[in-house]
């Protein structure tokens, strides 16, 4: 979905409106290995968020909170961004330009990798371990900012509502760790002691399997706690362990 609206004490003219903008989120997760970035990504950003301020403005609403990537703050910190994940950066650094200079109130929220248990990425790598598989787990000395998905909803409500001062704010769970560390506890909680791991050797082996982008992903370090923060916000799940406890006892819910 590209946008949800909120109502505050909207008594006409739909400035108590406030619209949040989603349509960069379906990559924000490591759980996808690269695919759900499109050949043209930067452009389909940019034209993306454009279609949502073009709604802000159509709808008149008076907010606009724009779902960004938590990463960038590492990419601007001077870590190592890829020849592939460059423009994706780049763009997503754009987008977040428009919204700010636009004629709309807005802020810009960067969110951590996300994971939950309504992705079918991570149900696929729950097979993919009872498979005995193996998967691109990058350095553990490059750690990564997560955030469990109902951590995400709460947060874009709460920022929707309160209307913070931004320009940019950060929400992730608090605890950085890397691909390979969160994918290890994952695969534990699901069973399986010693998940695999593809030797760095295979880098360019296995790229139509793993895209590049998500192996430089993985490679793109998180520098300390990512500030400013939400104000108000406290993730429920404050490390990736306390979340799949959530998504594993989720899937064993009757459906």
């Not at 006409?12 to 990559?27: H, T, Y």
């Not at 590492?74 to 460059?86: F, H, I, K, P, T």
């Amino acid at each position: 979905m590209v946008q949800r609206e909120w109502n505050k004490r909207d008594h006409g003219g739909g400035r108590g409106r406030s619209l949040v903008n989603l349509s960069l989120q379906i990559p924000n997760t490591l759980l996808h290995d690269g695919h759900a970035w499109k050949p043209n990504a930067a452009d389909h950003m940019v034209a993306a968020t454009r279609r949502a301020l073009g709604e802000a403005a159509r709808t008149k609403c008076g907010f606009v909170v724009h779902a960004s990537y938590a990463f960038l703050g590492s990419a601007e910190e001077g870590g190592q961004v890829g020849r592939r994940l460059r423009p994706i950066v780049d763009a997503a650094l754009e987008a977040e330009r428009l919204v700010l200079e636009s004629d709309r109130r807005a802020v810009v929220l960067r969110l951590g990798y996300v994971y939950g248990p309504e992705l079918r990425d991570l149900r696929a790598y729950r097979r993919a371990f009872q498979l005995r598989r193996a998967y691109w787990a990058g350095a553990r000395d490059c750690r990564q900012h997560h955030l469990h998905t109902s951590d995400a909803a709460r947060a874009l409500l709460l920022a929707a509502t309160t209307r913070p001062d931004g320009p940019v704010l950060y929400v992730t769970d608090g605890s950085p760790t890397s691909f390979a560390d969160f994918m290890d506890d994952f695969a534990h909680q699901v069973g399986r002691a010693r998940p695999l791991h593809i030797p760095g050797v295979a880098r360019r082996l296995v790229h139509l399997v793993v895209r590049e982008p998500h192996q430089e992903m993985c490679e793109l370090a998180a520098h300390g706690r990512p500030m400013p923060r939400l104000p108000g916000f406290t993730p429920r799940y404050p490390d990736h362990r306390a979340g799949f406890r959530q998504v594993i006892e989720a899937w064993q819910q009757p459906s």
